[in-house]
């Protein structure tokens, strides 16, 4: 069986990006599993920047959503994307024109001021930098650091859920449960309330365990997606989550942004 070439979704950006990088990833899971990259272009501020993105488009393909609010460089974008026949979204656009008539004001075309440059802003940096560096039990010492420690088997959404926790500003650490390997000791160290445990069906993660091999150009039957593997797997997770007595969810028909959102329920009501 063959699979999709991933469609580029360029998201370009006078600021960092962010907001329209939120909005196409929240759009792309209504297609599921369909491959979707997202390629950012942050802080574009001159001509140059959109030629390039242009470029990047004519040569591997894809669409452009953008949020610039400097007119000139909406105005190129749109004229470039039209001239290639290259189709494009502007985010922001009929939102600030819909706006400024409601509010009889002129908008103030200043690029940034979503994410400025504060306190909250390199709190969010450093929640991120401290996903990364904690990811997946790279090192275990970030555990005592941790605002919140999530435990799951392989493929149950530690790492995506720690990179969008990070962007509330949480720090999380996440460590992977293997039978071969007991968990380090630190766990049972932390309040409780901190960790959370990561549940999924044995057949759900079979069919996303497949889809990662053969992203990965692998043999499907690898002991890696055999469910009587994987039921070893999850019933060792089950004990151990047992054993602290932390909080558990079941990820295996959630998104991300919604298993984020009952964590960070949970975390609020400590």
């Known amino acids: 069986m063959e699979h999709p070439q991933p469609t580029r979704v360029y998201v370009v950006s006078d600021s ?9 990833r929240a759009a792309a899971m209504q297609f599921h599993p369909v491959p ?12 140059e920047g959109i030629d390039k993105v242009i470029n990047g488009i004519r040569t591997h393909g894809g669409i452009v959503v953008f949020t610039l609010v400097i007119p000139e460089l909406r105005d190129d974008l749109i004229t470039k994307a039209k001239q290639y026949d290259i189709p494009y979204i502007d985010l922001l656009g009929p939102v600030v024109t819909t706006l400024g008539k409601a509010l009889r004001q002129e908008p ?3 690029p940034g001021m979503i994410h400025p440059l504060d306190e909250d802003y390199f709190k969010k940096v450093e929640a991120v930098e401290f996903a990364v560096k904690y990811d997946d039990g790279r090192d275990f010492s970030g555990i005592q650091k941790a605002d919140i420690i999530l435990l799951g088997v392989s493929r149950t959404s530690k790492t995506p859920l720690s990179m969008y926790l990070a962007h509330k500003r949480l720090k999380v650490a996440n460590v992977p449960l293997v039978p071969e390997m007991q968990p380090p000791a630190a766990i049972y160290t ?51 989550m047992s054993k602290i007595g932390c909080v558990i969810f079941d990820v295996s028909n959630r998104a991300v942004e919604e298993t984020a959102s009952l964590i960070m329920d949970h975390i609020e009501h400590i």
């Open 16 to 24: 960092v990006g962010e907001t329209g990088e939120s909005v196409v």
């Open 36 to 47: 979707v990259e997202i390629v950012r272009a942050p802080f574009i501020h001159d001509f």
């Open 108 to 110: 103030r075309r200043q």
């Open 190 to 240: 932390v309040p409780k309330d901190k960790i959370i445990g990561l549940r999924i069906d044995p057949d759900k993660l079979n069919v996303i365990r497949q889809e990662r091999l053969r992203t990965l150009g692998l043999a499907e039957n690898a002991t890696y997606a055999n469910v009587e593997r994987i039921k070893i797997e999850l019933d060792f997770a089950d004990k151990i």
